[in-house]
Structure formats: structure tokens, C-alpha cells
């Protein structure tokens, strides 16, 4: 299974509920740090995006 996922032992793992059952999939490397620019920029243009989602 870590083969087909394109994984190591100790690597870290994503796993989602779906409407079809759980879903496993190997967690994106650089998804931690695109988290980290996201959130600051939605700190920074806090007033901007609640404007957009009215």
C-alpha cells in the first residue's frame, strides 16, 4: 500500500472520510508551508475577504 501511495515507512499520511469510505493518500510536502501563506494573507486582508464573502 505505501508503494502504490508512493510512500515510506514514517512518512506522514492524509486520510479523509467520503461518502464512499475513507480515503488514504500521502500527505503533499509542501502543504504545511502553502497553509502558512495562506493564513498570513487572510490575516492580513482580513477585512477585504469578509467584505468578498457577503
Do not use: C, W, Y
Not at 508512493?6 to 510536502?29: F, K, M, Q, Y
Amino acid at each position: 500500500m505505501l508503494a502504490h501511495l508512493n510512500a515510506a515507512t514514517g512518512d506522514t499520511l492524509s486520510v479523509v472520510l467520503t461518502p464512499r469510505g475513507i480515503e488514504l493518500s500521502a500527505a503533499e510536502p509542501d502543504f504545511d508551508a502553502q497553509m502558512a501563506a495562506a493564513r498570513e494573507v487572510m490575516a492580513r486582508r482580513k477585512r477585504a475577504l469578509r467584505e468578498l464573502a457577503k
